[in-house]
Nanobody
Framework: QVQLVESGGGLVQPGGSLRLSCAAS????????MGWYRQAPGKERELVAD???????HYPDSVKGRFGISRANAQNTVYLQMNSLKPEDTAVYYC?????????????WGQGTQVTVSS
């Protein structure tokens, strides 16, 4: 059983920074991609950043240049450094990982951590 556990959310003023962490526990990892999604009230869940095992990274334009994702493969941990935060970044942030099980990709989600950007 794989669990993804996020930490690092909280309240920050506009222009501030936060660093989110996500650690996998359980067994049989071998994740393909790891990353972060977010969901604001009344909106759909959207990709924030993801990173493959080989280091390929994707960001949407809304966070490009402000957020940075990194990954420690040996520890099955992924980080999200968020700088120059804006009120519109307020959302629940979810850690995501997937892996190939021989028949298809299996997805895993964390429980979410709240990020609130407000003065």
């Amino acid at each position: 059983q794989v669990q993804l556990v996020e930490s690092g959310g909280g309240l920050v003023q506009p222009g501030g920074s936060l660093r989110l962490s996500c650690a996998a526990s359980g067994s049989g990892f071998g994740f393909n991609s790891m990353g972060w999604y977010r969901q604001a009230p009344g909106k759909e869940r959207e990709l924030v950043a993801d990173i493959s095992t080989s280091g390929n990274i994707h960001y949407p334009d809304s966070v490009k240049g402000r957020f940075g994702i990194s990954r420690a493969n040996a520890q099955n941990t992924v980080y999200l450094q968020m700088n120059s935060l804006k009120p519109e970044d307020t959302a629940v942030y979810y850690c995501h990982a997937d892996r190939w099980d021989g028949r298809g990709y299996v997805e895993y989600w964390g429980q979410g951590t709240q990020v609130t950007v407000s003065s």
